[in-house]
């Protein structure tokens, strides 16, 4: 159900953090939307520096006005979006370059976000500490199979 929409601007207050890459936004006509960060993966909760991230994003955006630029929508109905916050940061660009989220490689062939990335890696900045890191995409896969397997185990008995 992955539909387009053609990229609009949005503007509103953040109200409410669920996740590094995930947010609710109070527009001006007091309608409440959901935003998910385009091109990018915030660590799941449970998994290292997903505190950091959500952190990150409160410090920069919680409380205060930002800009949403939609860029579609999901197949949960959120906004996946580039947010722009201050004096026109982009906050998924920042999340990467900050070593606190991955380049989302599967839905993006952005140059800049992979430099971005590159570079965390490179200085070892957040979860680029982790000598093997996982991306939230194989952990959330790992823990489905995981699943999967304890249902099969338990069907045996």
Not at 41 to 65: G, H
Not at 101 to 107: L, T
């Given at each position: 159900?992955?539909?387009?929409?053609?990229?609009?601007?949005?503007?509103?207050?953040?109200?409410?953090?669920?996740?590094?890459?995930?947010?609710?936004?109070?527009?001006?006509?007091?309608t409440t939307v959901k935003i998910r960060l385009a091109?990018?993966?915030?660590?799941?909760?449970?998994?290292?520096?997903?505190?950091?991230?959500?952190?990150?994003?409160?410090?920069?955006?919680?409380?205060?006005?930002v800009t949403v630029q939609i860029l579609k929508k999901d197949r949960y109905r959120r906004l996946i979006a580039n947010v722009f916050y201050g004096d026109s940061i982009n906050l998924n660009h920042q999340l990467v370059k900050n070593g606190l989220?991955?380049?989302?490689?599967?839905?993006s062939k952005d140059t800049l976000l992979q430099?971005?990335?590159d570079s965390a890696k490179k200085n070892r900045l957040g979860l680029w500490q982790e000598l093997n890191a996982i991306s939230p995409w194989q952990w959330r896969a790992n823990k489905k199979e995981a699943s999967r397997l304890k249902k099969l185990n338990k069907n045996k008995d």
């Open positions: 159900m992955n539909s387009k929409v053609k990229p609009t601007i949005l503007t509103g207050k953040v109200i409410s953090i669920m996740d590094g890459d995930t947010f609710k936004l109070l527009t001006k006509d007091a091109n990018i993966d915030c660590p799941e909760k449970k998994q290292p520096f997903s505190t950091n991230a959500k952190r990150f994003v409160s410090e920069a955006i919680f409380n205060k006005n989220a991955w380049h989302y490689v599967k839905y430099s971005l990335e």
